[in-house]
Nanobody
């Protein structure tokens, strides 16, 4: 099975920047879609960013203009570049990938990482 591993989380001051990575194990995959989510204590999980297999992006209003999602297909990796971080960005960040498992359109599975902690504090 595919395993997703997030990295890059840590402590950053308000206004700072951080880059998260999420790598899928195994050989190079055909990734149909990539998403980032986050969940803060006491809050519901929130969708943050989308990158489709065709290369289009979309963002939650709360991060639009500050966060950028990108990919490296050769490394089976999705990134989230976070700039101008705010205390309300503090959360565990999770990546999600829809990965093709066969030649047909129905042959795809969703995978989740275990999360990486982002702490924004002065």
């Amino acid at each position: 099975q595919v395993q997703l591993v997030e990295s890059g989380g840590g402590l950053v001051q308000p206004g700072g920047s951080l880059r998260l990575s999420c790598a899928a194990s195994g050989s190079q995959f055909s990734i149909n879609a990539m998403r980032w989510y986050r969940q803060a204590p006491g809050k519901q999980r929130e969708w943050v960013a989308l990158l489709t297999g065709g290369g289009t992006t979309n963002y939650a209003d709360s991060v639009k203009g500050r966060f950028t999602i990108s990919r490296d297909n050769a490394k089976n990796t999705v990134y989230l570049e976070m700039n101008s971080l705010k205390p309300e960005d503090e959360a565990v960040y999770y990546c999600n990938m829809i990965i093709a498992t066969g030649p047909m359109a129905r042959d795809e599975n969703a995978y989740w990482g275990r999360g990486t902690q982002v702490t924004v504090s002065s």
